[in-house]
């Protein structure tokens, strides 16, 4: 088949739709509707005249012919992104699209340089489309790894091959409680019994797994992917779960949250610059990265 315009588009909402996990999941990143991706998806098929996934109430899944096209279109969207990057090159200005993933709550951080950086980038050329993603840390370098982000910004203590991590600055998490929980008003002599009690959320976030070894009592009754999930449940006086400071910050001026015992119950972990070992040099690349380390020297 020739391969126009519209069927990058619909390329570009299949692999969305794929690295989400479904319709509904993948709502939030194209910014438009489930019926309107649905109907975008069924398009796609009947182009390509093959069943991409199955979807219905047993769930989303991906078929075989599905899984293949799925790779096919990573490698497709890269090479046009390659050539344009090539041609811009050619003529060695800042031109092209500008693609960043960053875990959540970082634009609370006064550290944080993105906004500098792409403000920097924005007077060197008005050619330069900014697209940004917010996701859980994993998703950030997979995203990098496969292309569909230039960088990435987030935390790793794992470091997945074929990625380069540049250190930018320490995050100092801590561990907090909202009002109406037994250790927001307690006296100092009833913390250590109150916290053998007290429920803690648990986080598959990267910022938060494997970086304590506090003691607490893990029930598995409150679970978050993100600070923003963290943060509902700990305002509910129900539980106490660990945050950036600079996100808790807010809620700490409000006098609704309270760190509990920071010089103990606190850690630190690197935020990093991600890149790909195998992405293609370019001005616009060069530039991007040169910015971020650049706004992030302290």
């Not at 899984?67 to 090479?79: G, H, N, P, V």
């Not at 470091?159 to 008003?185: K, S, V």
């Not at 006086?237 to 103990?264: E, M, R, S, T």
């Amino acid at each position: 088949m020739q391969v126009h315009d519209v069927d990058l588009r619909l390329l570009r909402i299949f692999v969305a739709i794929v690295e989400c996990g479904g319709l509904s999941a993948a709502e939030a990143r194209l910014n438009i509707g489930r019926s309107t991706i649905s109907s975008h998806l069924s398009d796609l098929e009947v182009r390509l005249g093959i069943k991409l996934c199955k979807r219905g109430r047993s769930g989303f899944e991906i078929t075989e012919p599905g899984r293949i096209t799925y790779q096919a279109s990573l490698e497709l969207l890269q090479q046009c992104e390659a050539f344009a990057t090539t041609v811009a090159s050619s003529k060695n200005e800042l031109s092209g699209r500008v693609t960043i993933s960053v875990i959540d709550t970082m634009v609370s951080d006064p550290r944080c340089g993105v906004a500098r950086a792409i403000a920097a980038l924005k007077q060197k050329s008005d050619n330069i489309q900014f697209d940004i993603n917010v996701c859980e840390a994993r998703e950030v370098e997979t995203s990098v790894v496969n292309g569909r982000s230039l960088v990435g910004l987030g935390v790793s203590r794992h470091h997945i091959r074929g990625l380069d991590y540049f250190p930018l600055h320490n995050e100092n998490n801590y561990l907090y409680c909202g009002t109406g929980h037994p250790l927001f008003d307690c006296k100092p002599a009833q913390v250590n019994k109150l916290l053998k009690q007290a429920e803690v959320v648990t986080s598959n976030y990267m910022r938060d797994k494997e970086a304590r070894n506090d003691g607490l009592n893990y029930q598995n009754s409150a679970t978050a992917y993100h600070d923003e999930g963290i943060a509902h449940l700990i305002l509910s006086g129900q539980f106490i779960g660990y945050l950036p400071d600079h996100y808790a910050n807010y809620w700490i001026d409000k006098g609704v949250f309270k760190a509990i015992l920071p010089k103990h119950y606190s850690y630190q972990i690197p935020v990093v610059l991600i890149t790909s070992k195998n992405y293609v040099a370019s001005p616009l690349a060069n530039a991007l990265i040169e910015q971020i380390k650049l706004c992030h020297a302290f």
